[in-house]
């Protein structure tokens, strides 16, 4: 099975800061990967897919990259309602695996 | 709109059956799989299983496997997630999602709200 590991598990910055959050795949994915916002309460939103494009819908601050085993996602300017946790999930194989995570948090 | 309704939170005794619901509207339910997620209280996603409701193929996360069974109601657009024996440990937010056939290229959207199971004697 193909393991997704982020980093960091959480981590603090203020609103306008560029936030870099990374995920690596225990083996090739090719660019079958997919970020996701969680906020407190409310079910996963699905920002990112194929490692690169953006879902209708979502603000271009958001954006991915990488390909292979290496993952990136990025935020440009924080803004006060991107607090939430981000998750990386693998579709190249099943079980379709899922990130430990990430807990963003607005100073 | 493309809607992924779930049914009502459920609290059960060990031992008990359960089948919860999540029911498509907005879409060609067969031209999508659906997929279930299990997120135990401030725990991360878990990948359970998926149904393809054209033939309902199914394919489930070993962790999963032999302990829920994923099914499909063509004629309503219903999917489900079905426990026969529960245990404590099945307390947890149980979330259905749409994805595009074949898996690979595309994620998981839309997502049902979510369903609370609690599991307790």
């Known amino acids: 099975d193909i393991q997704m590991t982020q980093s960091p598990s959480s981590l603090s910055a203020s609103v306008g800061d560029r936030v870099t959050i990374t995920c690596r795949a225990s083996q090739n994915i090719n660019y079958y990967l997919n970020w996701y916002q969680q906020k407190a309460g409310r079910a996963p939103k699905l920002l990112i897919y194929a490692a690169s494009r953006l879902q209708p819908g979502v603000p271009s601050r958001f954006t991915g990259s990488g390909s292979g085993t290496g993952f990136v996602l990025t935020i440009s300017s924080l803004q006060p309602e991107d607090s939430a946790t981000y998750y990386c999930q693998q579709t190249f194989s099943t079980p379709y695996a899922f990130g430990q995570g990430t807990k963003l948090e607005i100073k | ?121």
Not at chain 2, 69 to 76: G, L, N, P, R
Not at chain 2, 102 to 115: E, I, L, M, R
């Open chain 2, 1 to 121: 709109e493309v809607q992924l309704v779930q049914s009502g939170p459920e609290v059960k005794k060990p031992g008990e059956s359960l089948t919860i619901s999540c029911q498509a509207s907005g879409y060609f339910f067969t031209n999508y799989w659906i997929s279930w997620g299990r997120q135990m209280a401030g725990k991360g996603l878990e990948w359970m299983g998926r149904i393809d409701p054209s033939d309902s193929y199914t394919n489930y996360n070993p962790s999963f496997q032999g302990h829920v069974t994923i099914s499909v109601d063509k004629s309503t657009s219903t999917a489900y997630l079905q426990w026969s024996i529960l245990k404590t440990s099945d307390t947890a937010i149980y979330y259905c999602a749409r994805h595009p056939r074949g898996g690979g290229f595309g994620g998981f959207d839309p997502w049902g709200q979510g369903t609370l199971v609690t599991v307790s004697s």
